[in-house]
């Protein structure tokens, strides 16, 4: 077997549990603790260990040949969800044994993806040289605030709100869950086919309109969660399902152009660098705002939380965009102006 194959073998394994583990995790966890608080720690205290941990994972990776560390991740992994499989089967579980058990699965999942890597310097290397040139472009920075942003806002819907409006208030079953998640991988192959058939259209200059009508779609599945709590619950997800295919469609939309614009913005001799501290930032923020969302849903419910993060990232956004907004507004005034002469 040829290393890519062999790599493109484990990857497609690691990807496959990564797609089980945020649909299965959320309703267990849900259902054994009962409360969203509860649950945004538990992901917190899951997640944290494996990003905290990342710049020695990479250490250690470099003193030992990719395949071998690559074999022994996805081993481990097997082993893990083969021996938790069989004690969640047989009922032999407790809230400790899952956190220990989560975060395992989460450093060797880490360990994977950083396996499948080119290691060409020290981590903190690249992250001090990234930060620097973050910190010295303001249009760089301005777009990864306002990802932190959106990470921490809303990148919580899988593991807190999600499971909290559908399972938790519509007691919808547990078996027909993961149509969410498929739901927006629709959008997302749709969005994918629509990018590539439509390749003339500078979607980087609507980035900020993307922005607010992603967060616009995520307000209207909280207001419908609300206002549609008296009608049969499979009314309501079905809507529910309607925007998560929209909303997987709009995310791409928002993905490419950022990608694109960091990849065209950012010199080529220190893009790695400032992947490397984007994606190490992205999933260190994430854990943080899970535990926030949690506890504030526990409080005032997943839907009313859905409503007020996407409303605050919103008018992060507008902050953010402010000058183009005005430009655009006034430019708005004046066709208008102009037509009624």
């Known amino acids: 077997m040829s290393k890519i194959e062999y790599l493109f073998i484990s990857r497609c ?23 969203l608080s509860l649950s945004g720690l538990f992901f917190t205290i899951t997640m944290l260990p494996s990003v905290l941990l990342t710049p020695a994972m990479v250490v250690w990776i470099e003193k030992y040949e990719k395949k071998k560390v690559t074999f022994f991740s996805v081993l481990t992994l097997a082993i893990l969800c083969s021996i938790g499989s069989m004690l969640l089967k047989f009922g032999r579980y407790d809230f400790i044994y899952l956190v220990c058990f989560a975060i395992l699965v989460a450093i060797f999942s880490m360990m994977l993806d950083l396996s499948s890597k080119i290691v060409e310097e020290s981590f903190v290397q690249k992250f ?23 990470n921490f806002f809303v990148a919580s819907s899988e593991e807190v709100t999600n499971p909290g409006i559908a399972i938790q208030k519509y007691h ?8 969410v998640s498929i739901a927006f991988s629709i959008g997302v192959i749709l969005s994918g086919i629509f990018i590539a058939k439509n390749s003339k259209i500078e979607f980087r200059k609507h980035i900020s309109k993307l922005f607010v009508l992603n967060s616009l779609v995520m307000v209207l599945i909280g207001f419908s969660s609300v ?37 065209s913005q950012v010199p080529l001799n220190i893009q790695s660098r400032f992947f490397a501290l984007l994606s190490f930032s992205a999933n260190l923020i994430v854990p943080l705002g899970i535990l926030y969302t949690g506890f504030l849903a526990s409080a005032i419910g997943a839907d009313v939380t859905y409503i ?14 402010w000058k183009e907004i005005g430009r655009g507004f006034r430019a708005f005034l004046l066709k208008k102006w102009k037509m009624s002469k």
């Open 13 to 35: 394994l690691s990807e496959f549990a990564g797609a089980i583990l945020p649909v299965v995790f959320p309703l267990f966890i849900l259902k054994t603790t009962h409360s």
């Open 128 to 150: 001090r040289i990234g930060l620097h040139f973050i910190r010295t472009e303001k249009a760089i920075l301005k777009y990864f605030l306002l990802i932190m942003a959106l």
């Open 172 to 179: 919808l079953p547990t078996s027909i869950f993961g149509l």
């Open 227 to 263: 206002f549609l709590i008296s009608f049969n619950a499979f009314v309501f997800f079905g809507l529910m399902l309607f925007f998560e295919v929209l909303l997987g469609f709009i995310t791409i939309l928002v993905n490419v152009p950022i990608t694109s614009f960091f990849q």
């Open 308 to 321: 007020i993060n996407n409303i605050l990232v919103i008018v992060i956004v507008c902050f953010a965009f």
